[in-house]
Structures are given as C-alpha cells and as structure tokens.
C-alpha cells in the first residue's frame, strides 16, 4: 500500500522557522514529481511548492518564493519542506503529494498528483 506521512508540523512564532518531511513507503517515488499544497481553513486548497523527479526544477507560489525551500533526497523516499520567515499567513494543514508523472506538466494543479498524504498542521502565531 502507497502512504505518504509528513511530519515536522507544529506552533511556530512569525518570522520562525519550520522544517516538514514527508516520507513515502509502499513502492519508490524517486521517478515522481512531488509537491506540497495546503490548505487553510475555510480555504481551498493551494499550490505551495513542487519538484521534478531529479529535483533539478523547482516552483513555488508567489507567496512562498523566497522564503520557502522544497527538495528531495531519493534515496530516503523523502521530500522536505523548509519553512522561513514564517507568516500567520502560513498557518495551514500541508499535504504532501505525489504525480503518476517524473515532470508534471501542470505541477501547480492538484488533478496532477494521485497519491496524498494525510496532512499536519503548521500554525504561525502573531
């Protein structure tokens, strides 16, 4: 059975700084592309960050550019998520996703990725 599971969620204080993991179990996502959305409340659901297969390409929302960092290691089936200068803003649950595709072509669009976490929580206080 494919699972993602992030991890690294928490209370943070604006301007801090959050680390998120997720790892992938069930078969290898090395030859996927991967991204992170999130979503507040009362909200829908929102493009944060993606990486192709090799991690050679990046995207970032607007709003994260600059202060967020996604990237990969392969050999842990693992993708992170580094969180700076941290804004109420911020606060969302975050998912962890997975593309059928190595480089999808749409990475912002969530119908790209089938397989997704089960999310954790990130709060930013003011």
Known sequence: QVQLVESGGGLVQAGGDLGL???????????????????????????VASITWTGESTDYADS???????SRDNAKN????????????????????ASR????????????????GQGTQVTVSS
């Open 64 to 70: 994260v550019k600059g202060r967020f960092t996604i």
């Open 101 to 116: 595709w190595p480089t999808p072509e749409n990475p912002r669009c969530p119908y790209e990725y089938n397989d997704w």
């Open 78 to 97: 693992t993708v992170y998520l580094q969180m700076k200068s941290l804004k109420p803003e911020d606060t969302a649950v975050y998912y962890c996703a």
């Open 21 to 47: 993991s997720c790892a992938a179990s069930g078969r290898s996502f090395s030859n996927n592309g991967m991204a992170w959305f999130r979503q507040a409340p009362g909200k829908d659901l929102e493009f």
